[in-house]
């Protein structure tokens, strides 16, 4: 029988089959920040151990990090005091970092992929759950917590047991105004916030063709907002052309070797997944989450859930995310006023997400009840949209142009909503108090967040998109 | 810092949520400590506390459950983020058993590695388990994971699944690095055959 993309780096990187434990699986790639790590190094120094591969470790500030001017001494004593003992672990482990004025800084889940660093058929992680960012280009991806932060550092190897299978088929074909964002949002929306609990997911199908590497990494971020270990995308002639020339990526004949094996890396005709779904793109429009988990989630012409479309044993979380949300059951979606919108995290702030945006925006005004901001995933995305005018275009309409970090995704710097306010965000999370206490999130692509800056509330952007065009 | 899981009677404080996720267990504010202690105090922040700080009528600023040592809960415990502050400020605040239908993947994983037992029942033996400690707040519970039993205050009996590694790992308080490093020969050899293909950035 046939064997799944999975299996197939799975049986790579087994270091040793035990018995009845979990296999030693090797890791290529550990990604570093510092929020998750210092009771792993302060772990090492206790028992001392040490890193055993500096080399194939990566750490950079992001969780935590001011998004305004990085000149001026961080306010927080506590936060600082995190951000040092980062630079100061890496500095005695000898781990490159890319620190606060590193021109490659940025949220570790972009930085890895445009330097290079994630490739296809790896195994990387990162005590961050958003590590499965990285899947979208046929690398198993999985965020850990920080005991296994330190078994990496300590061994370059994690304790595993192998996941079931589920394959995932995007069918049809996306219609307008539908982005990679609400193909996640609606996948989500329509099984649950966690019915991947326990399997790595492989998205598949006619659609996949149709995504950028940006886009397949949009929809492997929010793998985990379903439960899932994991989620894959088949790497192919996007994925190699998106790697090739990158900063560390392979070159040479390297290069030459790593495509020819990167081309084994797909499912066999005679695997079998052990559990099978679609989704059907075409019917799909630009999603809204209404709630506070991923799942609670409608397309933008829909409502909240009235009382009876709700299954019974769902209606205590129903009431109580509407209590939160302040909404009614059968509420309808467009014209919701919002205080705030944020444009970033590690789901959508990378280049092609702030031109979708910038496309929106430019010209326009962002309603004055708005509190409007772009933080870029990196520099180098920074950079890159300052060369190409997207900063100015973005200032112009009122929105505040940042620095990179994870900002208002977590809310951990001073980026954070007061209790109350409503937010269009591109983030991945609209867990209660996720993005500051009190705030609620309604989850969104960039471009229906732009249009929601422009008009103070949730709105349809295929409107704005189609008069643009017209 | 390992310690060994010991048979627990205690009642156990019901928290008739789903999806609890770890953000709201530790809230983002406390995850700027460097230090694996303190959060016992800070768990469920939003929920325990105002704006001022002072307790709500919360289930954990309630007697008996502030003193439970098993937390009783619905469906996916622990969904969302990795952090691992969370079984640390549960287990700092007396908990070592979580009796749940269901838990998110990452969540079960870290409390394994923090000497909490994550007990996995049935939706209906869960609610069952509820209404026995809704209708008495004192009412005992034995979880047994020598013999993966739990024993109800009606003398119920329920057996629970747990991976044989799992749960040597809670009964004998297993380093697991210290396992994975005595494989150190197979590692570097592996290592001499196996090729990563990106060029290393420079410490």
């Given at each position: ?376 995933g990196s520099m180098q995305v920074k950079k890159q949209a300052e060369e190409e005018g997207l900063d100015d275009i973005f200032l ?75 | ?203």
């Amino acid at each position: 029988m046939g064997r799944t993309l999975y299996e197939k780096i799975w049986e790579k990187h087994v270091v040793k089959h035990l018995e009845d434990q979990p296999s030693l699986l090797y890791i290529d790639l550990h990604l570093v920040h510092e929020v998750t790590s210092p009771q792993a190094f302060e772990g090492l120094r206790l028992k001392n151990r040490t890193v055993r591969r500096p080399d194939r470790t990566l750490a950079t500030m992001d969780h935590n990090v001011p998004t305004t001017d990085r000149n001026e001494p961080l306010q927080d004593m506590v936060s600082q005091k995190q951000i040092d003992t980062l630079e100061k672990n890496c500095e005695e482990f000898s781990i490159p970092v890319f620190d606060l004025f590193h021109a490659d800084q940025g949220i570790v889940h972009v930085i890895a992929p445009e330097n290079g660093l994630t490739l296809p058929g790896q195994t990387i992680v990162c005590g961050d759950s958003h590590t499965s960012t990285h899947g979208a280009f046929g690398a198993l991806a999985f965020g850990i917590g920080t005991s296994e932060v330190e078994h990496v550092l300590t061994t370059q190897c994690l304790k595993q047991y192998k996941s079931k299978t589920l394959a995932v088929n995007f069918n049809g074909s996306r219609p307008f105004g539908v982005e990679a964002k609400d193909i996640i949002l609606g996948l989500i929306g329509k099984y649950g916030h966690d019915f991947a609990t326990g399997y790595v997911i492989e998205f598949r199908g006619p659609v996949q063709e149709e995504l950028t590497m940006e886009e397949r990494m949009t929809i492997c971020n929010m793998t985990i907002e379903m439960g899932g270990r994991a989620g894959l995308f088949a790497p192919d002639d996007v994925t190699f052309d998106y790697v090739q020339g990158k900063k560390y990526a392979p070159s040479g004949q390297a290069w030459e070797d790593a495509v020819q094996e990167w081309r084994t890396l797909y499912t066999d005709d005679d695997a079998v997944f052990d559990q099978e779904i679609s989704l059907n793109v075409s019917e799909l429009e630009p999603q809204v989450s209404w709630g506070t988990n991923p799942g609670m989630t409608t397309g933008i012409s829909g409502h909240v859930p009235k009382e009876e479309e709700v299954e019974a044993a769902d209606r205590n979380s129903f009431h109580k995310a509407l209590e939160y949300m302040e909404l009614k059951p059968g509420h309808r979606l467009q014209g919701t006023p919002v205080d705030v919108v944020f444009i970033g995290s590690c789901t959508n702030a990378r280049i092609e997400d702030l031109r979708k945006a910038a496309a929106v925006v430019k010209g326009k005004k962002t309603d004055s009840r708005v509190h409007a901001m772009v933080v870029p995933g990196s520099m180098q995305v920074k950079k890159q949209a300052e060369e190409e005018g997207l900063d100015d275009i973005f200032l112009q309409s009122g929105f505040e142009w940042r620095n990179a970090g994870c900002s208002m995704c977590l809310g951990m710097n001073p980026d954070a909503l007061k209790p109350g306010q409503r937010c269009a965000s591109t983030s991945n999370r609209n867990f209660e108090g996720r993005q500051g206490s009190g705030g609620r999130t309604h989850l969104m692509s960039p471009e229906m967040a732009a249009a929601a800056a422009l008009t103070g509330e949730i709105t349809d952007v295929r409107r704005m998109l189609k008069e643009d065009a017209g | 810092m390992r310690e060994y899981f010991e048979k627990v009677h205690s009642h156990a404080a019901p928290l008739d949520a789903e999806s609890v996720d770890t953000d709201t267990i530790v809230p983002k504010q406390f995850l700027k400590w460097v230090t694996r202690t303190g959060y016992g105090d800070i768990i469920f922040y939003d929920w325990r506390y105002d704006q001022e700080g002072r307790e709500k009528d919360f289930i954990l600023n309630q007697s008996p459950a502030r003193d439970a040592e098993i937390l009783l809960t619905k469906k996916n415990f622990g969904s969302g983020s990795s952090r691992e502050h969370a079984p640390w400020g549960l287990k700092e605040f007396g908990f070592s058993v979580i009796i749940a239908p269901s838990f998110a993947e990452i969540f079960y994983q870290n409390s394994i590695k923090n000497g909490i037992l994550p007990v996995t029942l049935s939706e209906k033996e869960v609610d069952h388990l509820f209404s026995l400690t809704v209708a008495d707040p004192h009412a005992e519970l034995t979880v047994d994971l020598d013999l993966n039993m739990v024993k109800a205050s009606d003398g119920t009996i329920y057996y629970f699944e747990i991976d044989r590694f799992f749960k040597d790992m809670l009964l004998h308080g297993l380093d697991d690095i210290g396992l994975s490093l005595q494989h150190e020969a197979d590692i570097t050899q592996f290592e001499t055959e196996h090729r990563v293909y990106y060029q290393p950035p420079s410490s």
